[in-house]
């Protein structure tokens, strides 16, 4: 069976920002925190980007912290989602659709969000039901890792149905790639994140795509 795994934001969704918006109340409620630094959180993990946030504003980064933002964080998302303007990206409800009416596919995740991060984004926008197994981001700063992750709960969820010859990892930046790579999974691109063309196609995916509108047909002519 061919299994897909799939980054969240910036390939299937935008939210609008509401991630970081639910990331800045939650660092203000806890620790008074005005104004949140920048760091890069494209393509990585809640656990690295807390990390940096954390290091960034002398915060210490202990499993205690860690917990007191998750709640603060996970509590705020659903209203950051419902009061900014998000939507799925072009191509993902029909490709998400075909793919999981094929009966020779499963979909699953490969997200640097966390678990109920994850499950929230995605029931805001009525896909989470498609999505039954996969890696996140609550416990590593490494997204090779959340990739082994994955790779294993897909084992475990198909178990005599898996293939390993016929895993795809879509992400919209090169570290998707990277770890798509890093279990030998086939790779695709996506533009639709905060990656140019050069900057995704340098990464060297097996696919480099504007979009997932054509994705299943693509994908069907690479057998």
């Given at each position: 069976?061919?299994?897909?795994?799939?980054?969240?934001?910036?390939?299937?969704?935008?939210?609008?920002?509401?991630?970081?918006?639910?990331?800045?109340?939650?660092?203000?409620?806890?620790?008074?925190?005005?104004?949140?630094?920048?760091?890069?959180?494209?393509?990585?993990?809640?656990?690295?980007?807390?990390?940096?946030?954390?290091?960034?504003?002398?915060?210490?980064?202990?499993?205690?912290?860690?917990?007191?933002?998750?709640?603060?964080?996970?509590?705020?998302?659903?209203?950051?989602?419902?009061?900014?303007?998000?939507?799925?990206?072009?191509?993902?409800?029909?490709?998400?659709?075909?793919?999981?009416?094929?009966?020779?596919?499963?979909?699953?995740?490969?997200?640097?969000?966390?678990?109920?991060?994850?499950?929230?984004?995605?029931?805001?926008?009525?896909?989470?039901?498609?999505?039954?197994?996969?890696?996140?981001?609550?416990d590593s700063i490494c997204r090779n890792e959340v990739a082994r992750q994955a790779l294993r709960s897909a084992e475990v969820h198909?178990?005599?149905?898996?293939?390993?010859?016929?895993?795809?990892?879509?992400?919209?930046?090169?570290?998707?790639?990277?770890?798509?790579?890093?279990?030998?999974?086939?790779?695709?691109?996506?533009?639709?994140?905060?990656?140019?063309?050069?900057?995704?196609?340098?990464?060297?995916?097996?696919?480099?795509?504007?979009?997932?509108?054509?994705?299943?047909?693509?994908?069907?002519?690479?057998?």
């Amino acid at each position: 069976m061919r299994t897909f795994l799939f980054d969240i934001d910036g390939t299937l969704l935008r939210t609008g920002g509401a991630g970081l918006h639910a990331m800045r109340i939650a660092m203000q409620d806890l620790w008074g925190v005005e104004t949140l630094a920048q760091v890069e959180v494209r393509g990585r993990t809640d656990r690295g980007i807390l990390r940096d946030l954390f290091a960034a504003h002398d915060i210490a980064d202990s499993s205690s912290n860690f917990e007191d933002f998750q709640r603060a964080y996970l509590s705020q998302l659903p209203t950051s989602l419902s009061d900014l303007p998000g939507y799925l990206l072009p191509g993902v409800a029909s490709t998400l659709a075909a793919l999981s009416e094929s009966g020779d596919s499963a979909l699953g995740l490969l997200t640097g969000n966390s678990r109920r991060a994850a499950k929230i984004k995605l029931a805001h926008f009525a896909v989470d039901h498609l999505f039954l197994f996969g890696g996140f981001g609550d416990d590593s700063i490494c997204r090779n890792e959340v990739a082994r992750q994955a790779l294993r709960s897909a084992e475990v969820h198909l178990q005599h149905h898996f293939d390993k010859n016929q895993i795809w990892v879509i992400g919209d930046t090169p570290l998707d790639v990277a770890c798509g790579r890093a279990i030998n999974a086939r790779t695709v691109g996506v533009l639709t994140g905060g990656f140019d063309r050069a900057a995704l196609r340098a990464a060297a995916p097996d696919f480099l795509l504007d979009d997932l509108q054509d994705f299943p047909s693509r994908i069907a002519a690479a057998g």
